[in-house]
T-cell receptor, first 113, second 113 residues
Framework: NAGVTQTPKFQVLKTGQSMTLQCAQD?????MYWYRQDPGMGLRLIYY???????DKGEVPNGYNVSRLNKREFSLRLESAAPSQTSVYFC????????????FGPGTRLTVL | AQSVTQLDSQVPVFEEAPVELRCNYS??????LFWYVQYPNQGLQLLLK??????LVESINGFEAEFNKSQTSFHLRKPSVHISDTAEYFC???????????FGKGTRLHILP
């Protein structure tokens, strides 16, 4: 099992460019999450999906959109990147009823110039 | 509303010395509590969790944490640290029945030779 995979690992964008971060899990989990990690801020939830076909905003959703393509895949899109979106992005998945334990991907390091 | 406070952003400790990483939370309902560890340039991994029952929980690599409901704390301890414990540690809380986890801002553990 690969667990949670994320692509790309690194990305550099110019202000105003768009991109999509991809996430996939092979653990048959219902719930999936996108977080951003910034120094001294911990992890902040951007969006989450409790099940296929549903998505909800987290703490910091502005400037992002998500798509739950199927049970395995959950993508995060930046339509017009800004320097404030420079961060490390983590995808996670979890099984409902499993006491909320989440499994994390390796992260995508994004720099917006 | 939930919140998690990790009182120390960095903790330096000599190898083979004991360490305690402090965590306090606020919530008005029953909670699950977690400690996650992030080794350099990696994603987060679950270290240990409190769900119910015994208030003292242990990990496979010698860490333990004690749930103290009256003090709303979940401090992480290890009697003797090793250089391989160098990492950032995140305390997290989830309301029972909620899909989401709230993370603290992290404590960076520095092991001194």
């Amino acid at each position: 099992n690969a667990g949670v995979t994320q692509t790309p690992k690194f990305q550099v964008l110019k202000t105003g460019q768009s991109m999509t971060l991809q996430c996939a899990q092979d653990m048959n989990h219902n719930s999936m999450y996108w977080y951003r990690q910034d120094p001294g801020m911990g992890l902040r939830l951007i969006y989450y999906s409790a099940s296929e076909g549903t998505t909800d905003k987290g703490e910091v959703p502005n400037g992002y959109n998500v798509s739950r393509l199927n049970k395995r895949e959950f993508s995060l899109r930046l339509e017009s990147a800004a320097p404030s979106q420079t961060s490390v992005y983590f995808c996670a998945s979890g099984r409902q009823g499993a006491f909320n334990e989440q499994f994390f991907g390796p992260g995508t390091r994004l720099t917006v110039l | 509303a939930q919140s998690v406070t990790q009182l120390d952003s960095q903790v330096p400790v000599f190898e083979e010395a004991p360490v305690e990483l402090r965590c306090n939370y606020s919530s008005s309902v029953s909670v699950y509590l977690f400690w996650y560890v992030q080794y350099p340039n990696q994603g987060l991994q679950l270290l240990l969790k409190y769900l119910s029952g015994s208030t003292l929980v242990e990990s496979i690599n010698g860490f333990e944490a004690e749930f103290n409901k009256s003090q709303t704390s979940f401090h992480l301890r290890k009697p003797s640290v090793h250089i391989s414990d160098t990492a950032e540690y995140f305390c997290a809380v989830s309301d029972v029945g909620d899909d989401k986890i709230i993370f603290g801002k992290g404590t960076r553990l520095h092991i001194l030779p």
